[in-house]
Nanobody, 126 residues
């Protein structure tokens, strides 16, 4: 059974940081890219913001690349998303997802994900 377990969300003040984690199981970690997307309450889920693969390639979209960093712990099959300099508009449920690694990383952020996990809520107070 494929599982993507997101954790690490919480309440933080503007300017603060959080580190989200996504523990993956039930599929070959090396064959998939793991990405993070978010959904602001009451709005549709945004596209994937950051994505990484076990071999080291990683990518974040321009809107967050200066504040968000994605990394992969292959031994633990876990992908982390470091959120820095958080803003109130970053408040959202953050989801991790997996997609088979069959195209360049920057293209994968636009590709439909194969699996989604349950999200973790990040709340940024002003």
């Amino acid at each position: 059974e494929v599982q993507l377990q997101a954790s690490g969300g919480g309440l933080v003040q503007a300017g603060g940081s959080l580190r989200l984690s996504c523990a993956a199981s039930g599929f070959d970690f090396d064959d998939y890219a793991i990405g993070w997307a978010r959904q602001v309450p009451g709005k549709e889920r945004e596209g994937v913001l950051c994505i990484s693969v076990s071999e080291g390639a990683r990518y974040c979209v321009d809107s967050v690349k200066d504040r968000f960093t994605i990394s992969s712990d292959n031994a633990k099959k876990t992908v982390h998303l470091q959120l820095d300099n958080l803003k109130p508009e970053d408040t959202a449920v953050y989801y991790c997802a997996a997609v088979r690694y069959e195209m360049p990383i920057p293209e994968l952020v636009k590709h439909a994900m194969d699996y989604w996990g349950k999200g973790t809520l990040v709340t940024v107070s002003s």
